[in-house]
């Protein structure tokens, strides 16, 4: 959730709000399916849930043995995911 929130401060314009409890996370992001198709680019198997729209959600699952560094790594690599699309 501290990552999460670390983001969503610096990318207000995709990422609009987060949820959930400890390693399963709701996401609600803008152009989800450019989001979506940039992950799986960079390597994030990342999936939309509910209907689409102008905002539209992400779920995150970790499974219970996910490693802080792993976290880590899902946060920049994520981070870089919404700067390229924010970019477009």
């Known amino acids: ?5 670390a983001i969503a401060a610096r990318r207000k314009r995709t990422l609009v ?5 400890g390693l399963l996370r709701g996401v609600s992001v803008r152009r989800r399916d450019r989001v979506v198709a940039e992950g799986w680019r960079r390597g994030l198997k990342l999936l939309g ?6 905002v ?3 779920r995150l699952v970790f499974l219970a043995d996910t490693l802080a560094r792993e976290i880590d790594d899902f946060a920049r690599v994520f981070e870089e995911t919404l700067a390229a699309v924010e970019a477009d």
Do not use: N, T, V
Request: net charge negative.
């Open 1 to 5: 959730a501290e990552k999460l929130d």
């Open 17 to 21: 709000a987060h949820d959930g409890r």
């Open 49 to 54: 849930c509910g209907p689409a729209g102008e």
């Open 56 to 58: 539209s959600r992400l």
